[in-house]
């Protein structure tokens, strides 16, 4: 149990930091695309990049390249996180996933009913989703500023709730926001699938052989109309997750190597240098660690650096810039997507997490997760509030006019702050007791 609360630790460090860069690398957008280089900031991600030949030729704007292309590895590490948690994780147990499931489940369906609601009769109903969705990093970067006042039960739940919503987020992207379908590319990316659950069923666990096929299934399901980040996530599904080598193997083999290491000889002429003989039983302890840790698990840590620090804070800079120039930022936020996805993120998820999980303990199909109170389940609802990074990809997805995005971008910066105010605050004061009676 021990070892499990390091790892989550260690983890939600990095989600944490992430979300610091995030809100920096959003802060600096805004103040360049109302600067004096504001033509520089949208002419950048404007810029076409074109790759490939032929009839295989990709001829991108930047900003997309970033929306299709890195965002396809976030999703990627998202799929890794949804398996493994369904696996080993909060999920794996149906009485303790319920509880986030049910929470994320209301923080899906009320604020997307909430933007229906205010903007029933307008052109903009295609933006119902973009409220649903909440952004772990932020949201786990304010938790990170409380400390030690909030127990670890409080952030497991909120990842797990944030990783159901993902999930619903995903789901919502294809099935919803999908253009017309090339069945030729879809076929493809099928052969793909099978192909690499069948080299997980064979025990192939080399990363580059899923990283060739996994550029492959990207550009299919990108030609295919499908969203290309859906890509990531199927991908992730085929990722193996078993050991092969178990825990006593390991120890048996570990404690050999290491008696060898002890008995061997050193390298006399260059004492700071290991002998060969030495550097063989290194390369054995290497292979040997590698064996004993799952694809999934290695694939997830060694992408969670990059997404944290460099995907998310470069999605941030080319989605987060919205110029104000000429807008009267009052009447803009009572724009019906603006006011829609604001009301759906504040209001919305805050009733809608708190309702829904209230609902599955009353009925008697979840529990409270120990040391966590009522109090504490709505501060977490609140901080889902916090819409940033999937929101704006919904957004990118929903809305075509320039004028309209925008308004989007507005009540989601909007809506997540106030999200994340109210969190803080009601958080600040969590005293750690003991939960409140369900009744």
């Known amino acids: 149990?021990?070892?499990?609360?390091?790892?989550?630790?260690?983890?939600?460090?990095?989600?944490?930091?992430?979300?610091?860069?995030?809100?920096?690398?959003?802060?600096?957008?805004?103040?360049?695309?109302?600067?004096?280089?504001?033509?520089?900031?949208?002419?950048?991600w404007q810029t076409y990049v074109?790759?490939?030949?032929?009839?295989?030729?990709?001829?991108?704007?930047?900003?997309?390249?970033v929306n299709d292309g890195l965002m396809a590895i976030f999703f990627f590490l998202v799929g890794l996180e949804i398996k493994r948690e369904?696996?080993?994780?909060?999920?794996?147990?149906?009485?303790?996933?319920?509880?986030?499931?049910?929470?994320?489940?209301?923080?899906?369906?009320?604020?997307?009913?909430?933007?229906?609601?205010?903007?029933?009769?307008?052109?903009?109903?295609?933006?119902?989703?973009?409220?649903?969705?909440?952004?772990?990093?932020?949201?786990?970067?304010?938790?990170?500023?409380?400390?030690?006042?909030?127990?670890?039960?409080?952030?497991?739940?909120?990842?797990?709730?944030?990783?159901v919503d993902d999930l619903g987020a995903v789901l919502v992207i294809a099935l919803f926001y999908t253009a017309e379908l090339k069945v030729g590319a879809l076929l493809v990316a099928g052969g793909i699938l099978i192909l690499l659950t069948i080299l997980n069923k064979m025990g192939v666990r080399r990363t580059a052989v899923y990283v060739f096929f996994a550029l492959i299934l990207w550009v299919a399901v990108l030609k295919s109309g499908v969203h290309a980040t859906v890509a990531g996530v199927l991908l992730a599904m085929t990722i193996p997750a078993r050991r092969a080598v178990n825990v006593d193997e390991f120890k048996h083999k570990l404690a050999h190597l290491t008696e060898r290491m002890h008995n061997s000889s050193p390298n006399d002429a260059f004492?700071?240098?290991?002998?060969?003989?030495?550097?063989?039983?290194?390369?054995?302890?290497?292979?040997?660690?590698?064996?004993?840790?799952?694809?999934?698990?290695?694939?997830?840590?060694?992408?969670?650096?990059?997404?944290?620090?460099?995907?998310?804070?470069?999605?941030?800079?080319?989605?987060?810039?919205?110029?104000?120039?000429?807008?009267?930022?009052g009447e803009a936020l009572l724009h019906p997507v603006s006011l829609g996805v604001l009301l759906g993120l504040f209001i919305g998820k805050q009733v809608g997490v708190l309702a829904f999980a209230w609902a599955a303990v009353r009925m008697g199909l979840a529990k409270l997760p120990a040391g966590v109170t009522w109090k504490a389940v709505y501060g977490v609802a609140c901080l889902a509030g916090i819409g940033f990074t999937m929101a704006l990809f919904i957004a990118g997805l929903a809305f075509d006019?320039?004028?309209?995005l925008d308004r989007a971008k507005m009540g989601i910066l909007a809506g997540s702050f106030l999200s994340g105010i109210v969190g803080w605050v009601v958080l600040s004061r969590f005293s750690g007791a003991k939960p409140d009676e369900t009744a």
Not at 1 to 21: C, D, P
Not at 101 to 125: D, H, I, K, Q, R
Not at 320 to 329: D, T, Y
């Open 401 to 404: 006019d320039a004028a309209t």
């Open 271 to 329: 004492p700071h240098w290991t002998s060969g003989e030495q550097q063989d039983i290194i390369h054995h302890v290497e292979e040997t660690a590698k064996k004993a840790e799952t694809p999934l698990v290695r694939m997830e840590h060694a992408l969670h650096g990059w997404v944290a620090f460099f995907i998310m804070p470069v999605f941030a800079l080319a989605n987060a810039g919205v110029s104000f120039e000429g807008i009267n930022v």
């Open 1 to 44: 149990m021990k070892n499990v609360v390091a790892s989550f630790q260690s983890f939600f460090r990095t989600e944490a930091a992430g979300g610091v860069l995030l809100l920096v690398f959003a802060v600096v957008a805004l103040i360049w695309a109302n600067s004096g280089f504001s033509d520089a900031y949208f002419g950048l």
């Open 50 to 65: 074109t790759t490939g030949f032929g009839p295989y030729e990709i001829s991108k704007p930047l900003l997309l390249w």
């Open 86 to 163: 369904m696996l080993v994780g909060e999920l794996a147990d149906a009485r303790q996933a319920i509880f986030p499931m049910a929470a994320a489940l209301g923080g899906m369906a009320v604020p997307a009913l909430v933007y229906v609601a205010v903007n029933t009769g307008t052109p903009f109903m295609s933006g119902w989703g973009v409220p649903m969705a909440t952004d772990i990093a932020f949201a786990l970067g304010i938790l990170a500023l409380l400390g030690s006042r909030v127990p670890v039960a409080l952030k497991i739940f909120l990842t797990a709730l944030a990783i």
